[in-house]
């Protein structure tokens, strides 16, 4: 049995209306996302449509999870550190805090951050987030660029966009080749 027959054998043991929510988790996953979720779901027999909105959604659902939850880390990060700041500021006339002054010397930034501050400069968030997917997952491009300070509905509109135009081209090809192989 091929990996095809598989999965379709597999998934008409699921009732009808379970199939998409399990596209939508595995689209979910970091590096499954909604482009290999929703050619999995169609090769399982999930209609193309369905698959692709499962897809979407639950791609969608994950970067909205990260997106937020990782904005609320990075102000609480960002207070603390002001916080920081200002009690090494107003103890440092007596001597005191010095040791955390020391603490707070600027850290070297890693390589990999310098090279996706460069790319989010050359590109901006709308072409982090567009190729963003030939290389990361989009939950870490959307975590990076919550790091980054960009706004969260900025993040959101586009790694939409993306998950949209990434999880429709792969829709479109899957059921092309399929149209090609069995049609």
């Not at 929510?21 to 996953?29: D, E, K, N, Y």
């Not at 169609?42 to 999870?65: D, E, K, M, T, Y």
């Not at 103890?91 to 790319?119: D, T």
């Not at 959307?142 to 949209?164: E, F, H, N, P």
Request: proline fraction near 4%; glycine fraction near 10%.
């Amino acid at each position: 049995m091929n990996l095809i027959e598989g999965l379709q054998d597999l998934m008409s043991h699921v009732p009808e209306f379970v199939q998409p929510l399990i596209v939508a988790l595995a689209a979910a996953v970091p590096f499954v996302e909604g482009e290999l979720a929703s050619v999995l779901g169609i090769w399982a027999g999930v209609n193309p449509f369905v698959a692709f909105l499962a897809a979407v959604a639950g791609n969608f659902l994950s970067v909205f999870v990260v997106v937020v939850f990782g904005a609320r880390i990075r102000e609480a990060i960002v207070r603390r550190r002001a916080t920081r700041r200002e009690l090494v500021a107003a103890g440092a006339g007596a001597g005191a805090g010095i040791e955390s002054a020391h603490s707070e010397e600027a850290k070297p930034e890693s390589k990999g951050r310098q090279r996706f501050r460069r790319f989010l400069v050359r590109f901006g968030v709308p072409g982090a987030s567009l190729l963003g997917p030939l290389a990361l997952p989009t939950q870490f491009t959307s975590a990076m660029l919550v790091a980054a300070g960009v706004s969260k509905g900025w993040i959101l509109l586009w790694q939409a966009v993306a998950i949209i135009l990434w999880t429709g081209f792969t829709t479109a090809v899957t059921v092309g080749v399929l149209a090609l192989l069995f049609g």
